[in-house]
């Protein structure tokens, strides 16, 4: 297998599942600026999207969107438990990965991204993020995952969230939240991850 990714994109969440299910795939960094490849490659032509991630099967095959490659690699993957069984768990874990992707991911971005996005919607993107931090704080309160143990959804939320702090986005007024992000950057998977990309030592 093979992730095109960006560092610290919402690849970074397919990035850590990868290596939370043991997989062995390769890694092909994207410029999003330039949509070049390193080695001077149109990353359209290989993605007409443009974006990350994409996760390019063994078959050859080439898929995007992060809540369903995530759900592959789980799938995929079953001994690790990062999806749970199909009459349990994972109902809990599919709700979180959609809440991630609708209510974070997208509220995020591109809104907080680009600089000609107007202060009104500015002010209203990061009012709805922090009710959202909210209660996600609330919940990991009572809870140190999203659903049991470890999951996809945990490498999406715990993608997305940090770009709060790319963005200087407060999360002091989220204690629970703060630690949440704190644990599972110290999951050994997750460090691998992110030293990979250059974003830890």
């Given at each position: 297998m093979k992730l095109y990714?960006?560092?610290?994109?919402?690849?970074?969440?397919?990035?850590?599942a990868l290596r939370e299910a043991g997989a062995k795939f390769d890694l092909t960094k994207v410029d999003l600026a330039t949509h070049r490849l390193a080695d001077g490659s149109d990353y359209f032509e290989i993605s007409p999207r443009g974006y990350v991630p994409m996760l390019e099967l063994d078959d050859g095959?080439?898929?995007?969107e992060v809540a369903a490659l995530l759900q592959h690699v789980a799938e995929s993957a079953s001994r690790a438990n990062l999806l749970g069984e199909a009459n349990g768990r994972r109902?809990?874990?599919?709700?979180?990965?959609?809440?991630v992707s609708t209510e974070l991911h997208k509220t995020f971005s591109p809104w907080l991204w680009h600089k000609d996005t107007a202060d009104s919607t500015r002010?209203?993107?990061?009012?709805?993020?922090?009710?959202?931090?909210?209660e996600l704080?609330?919940?990991?309160?009572?809870?140190?995952?999203?659903?049991?143990?470890f999951s996809v959804a945990d490498a999406y939320c715990f993608t997305i969230v940090n770009w709060a702090n790319?963005?200087?986005l407060p999360l002091k007024p989220y204690p629970n939240l703060q630690a949440y992000l704190t644990r599972l950057a110290s999951r050994?998977?997750?460090?691998?991850?992110?030293?990979a990309e250059g974003l830890a030592r």
């Amino acid at each position: 297998m093979k992730l095109y990714y960006s560092p610290g994109a919402c690849s970074l969440a397919v990035h850590i599942a990868l290596r939370e299910a043991g997989a062995k795939f390769d890694l092909t960094k994207v410029d999003l600026a330039t949509h070049r490849l390193a080695d001077g490659s149109d990353y359209f032509e290989i993605s007409p999207r443009g974006y990350v991630p994409m996760l390019e099967l063994d078959d050859g095959s080439r898929h995007t969107e992060v809540a369903a490659l995530l759900q592959h690699v789980a799938e995929s993957a079953s001994r690790a438990n990062l999806l749970g069984e199909a009459n349990g768990r994972r109902f809990e874990i599919l709700q979180w990965l959609t809440f991630v992707s609708t209510e974070l991911h997208k509220t995020f971005s591109p809104w907080l991204w680009h600089k000609d996005t107007a202060d009104s919607t500015r002010t209203a993107v990061k009012d709805k993020l922090a009710a959202r931090f909210a209660e996600l704080d609330r919940h990991l309160a009572a809870h140190e995952h999203l659903a049991g143990d470890f999951s996809v959804a945990d490498a999406y939320c715990f993608t997305i969230v940090n770009w709060a702090n790319l963005l200087a986005l407060p999360l002091k007024p989220y204690p629970n939240l703060q630690a949440y992000l704190t644990r599972l950057a110290s999951r050994p998977h997750v460090r691998d991850a992110l030293v990979a990309e250059g974003l830890a030592r």
